[in-house]
């Protein structure tokens, strides 16, 4: 299991495959089947699921959604990831759409969010995605907090995202999807909010889920699926630059771990990868490709199969 802070002796799995919109049960049959045709490993330390992972993404609004919305830690979502967890014996990390119980003084809130499990089944954190994509702000909340007022103030109590301790796997820091981007597309690109977080905190290993859409058409993601989107994933390199520049000579980990498959026309760009990036240099270990259903294993321990960028 993991036996550094720093992920050198730890696996990470992923779970890219192309859940239907609504249809969960049909959607944890093929995340169960995927993994039973897998050689999952006996010292698995973390399965990572994509963004919302047993409902599908692509809701339009709060009614639409509705139905599907799961009590905080407690739904469907947070329970099959505790069967899996404690199955396997790693942690798990799932997507699933949030909602909160209503009190006396507070209405019930809505969140697109990720839930923690520890190879027990303890719930280690709840992870509410902090810069919403406009698909989400049809029907979620921010979280943990309104960020309009901390984007320039990494040091606030209630910054965005996640960054602490995460049970055996260490300090991590946890985004979902658009997390990774400018804060609604205004705020400045060199901004970079995500990665200057896990900077400040020294986070050794960061985690997105994700529903990250790609500029393909239906006919495109289905010519090669078994190859990654070369241009996805350099975006997503992209946004940790400042990880990049730094001068720390430490390795950081990001696992990027996507969806695929189509919902109501809009393409998903697949491509889960983990990447290494050490004194300037970004590797990555291994790609799935953009319309492939497969859980990604990947060891850190070993040598990346890919280098992507060489020095500062």
């Known amino acids: 299991m993991a036996a550094t802070n720093d992920g050198h002796k730890m696996k990470i799995a992923c779970l890219q495959f192309a859940p239907e919109l609504g249809k969960v049960q049909e959607n944890i049959r093929r995340a169960d089947a995927i993994l039973q045709n897998t050689q999952i490993p006996t010292d698995l330390d973390w399965l990572v699921l ?4 047993l409902t599908g993404y692509n809701f339009y609004s709060l009614e639409e959604i509705r139905p599907f919305l799961e009590p905080t830690t407690s739904g469907i979502s947070t ?7 404690k199955h396997y014996t790693c942690h798990v990390t799932i997507g699933y759409p949030e909602i909160t119980t209503a009190t006396p003084s507070a209405p019930s809130t809505q969140y697109n969010s990720t839930v923690t499990v520890s190879p027990t089944g303890q719930i280690l954190h709840n992870y509410r995605k902090s810069f919403l994509y406009y698909t ?26 996640y960054s602490g301790p995460l049970g055996a796997l260490g300090e991590v820091t946890l985004g979902i999807c658009m997390d990774i981007n400018p804060y609604r597309f205004t705020a ?47 975006y997503w390199v992209q946004r940790f630059q400042p ?60 040598r990346p199969k890919f280098q992507l960028r060489s020095g500062r």
């Open 243 to 302: 990880i990049v520049d730094s001068t720390a000579e430490k390795p950081v980990y990001v696992v990027l771990a996507n969806r695929c498959g189509v919902e109501k026309g809009v393409c998903f760009a697949g491509s889960t990868t983990v990447v290494k990036i050490q004194a300037g240099v970004v590797s990555l270990y291994e790609a799935c490709g953009k319309s492939e259903e497969k859980c990604l294993i990947v060891d850190l321990s070993e």
């Open 50 to 53: 994509p963004e919302l992972a």
């Open 79 to 85: 329970q099959w990831a505790i069967q899996v967890a």
């Open 188 to 234: 400045p690109w060199e901004s970079y909010e995500f990665a200057r977080t896990a900077l400040t905190h020294k986070s050794p290993l960061l985690c997105i889920s994700m529903a990250w859409l790609c500029h393909l058409t239906p006919e495109e993601l289905v010519q090669e699926p078994s190859q990654p989107d070369l241009a996805t994933v350099a």
């Open 136 to 161: 989400d702000e049809t029907w979620s909340s921010e979280g943990p907090a309104d960020n309009t007022h901390i984007l320039s103030n990494a040091s606030s109590p209630d910054q965005p995202f």
